[in-house]
């Protein structure tokens, strides 16, 4: 999805954050066969990069298929919590897009109840706006495998007041 959106955007400037070694290789991989130059990646936690970022110099902020943490007892390791949102929402600009895609209800559940907390208005007038991927979108691997699994992705779009 990254480099499916700076091949489409070339004259934005993207940072792309990815905790795994597994997952930095294989996004190197595909950043070198697209031969795109406008990605910057940070190996790491989100969490940790947010803390040093300037507030407001983030036009736009994408979570997709986000570790779904399905014990209760693990849930406040999900991004969507105020920890996480808070610092998330001091470095987005104002009227910035958050965009969220998860398969897992009770993740759009937690989302649709903290993301508003922190700042955001959610961008939608019917179910099916949320149901419909951007019209931007890229499918991911794991919406594939959601698919697969006869499991429902979810696209929620908010904007930062």
């Known amino acids: 999805h ?7 955007n070339p004259d934005v400037q993207f940072l792309g954050v990815e905790p795994y070694l597994n997952g930095m290789a294989m996004l190197l991989g595909k950043i070198r066969k697209a031969g795109v130059d406008n990605i910057k990646l940070y190996m790491g936690d989100a969490r940790n ?26 849930h406040r390791r999900r991004f969507v919590t105020p920890e996480h949102l808070i610092p998330l929402s001091k470095c987005l600009k104002s009227g910035a897009e958050f965009r969220v895609a998860t398969d897992i209800e009770d993740y759009v559940r937690q989302t649709l109840i903290e993301v508003p907390k922190a700042g955001f208005e959610w961008l939608s007038e ?25 499991r429902t992705p979810h696209y929620m779009t908010f904007s930062k007041l």
């Open 2 to 8: 990254l480099v499916h959106q700076a091949l489409k």
């Open 49 to 74: 990069l947010l803390d040093v970022l300037p507030y407001n110099s983030i036009n736009k902020a994408f979570l997709l298929y986000p570790d779904p943490w399905p014990k209760l007892r693990h």
């Open 126 to 150: 019917g179910p099916e706006d949320w149901r419909t991927p951007w019209a931007d979108w890229i499918s991911t691997r794991y919406e594939l495998k959601a698919l697969r699994e006869d």
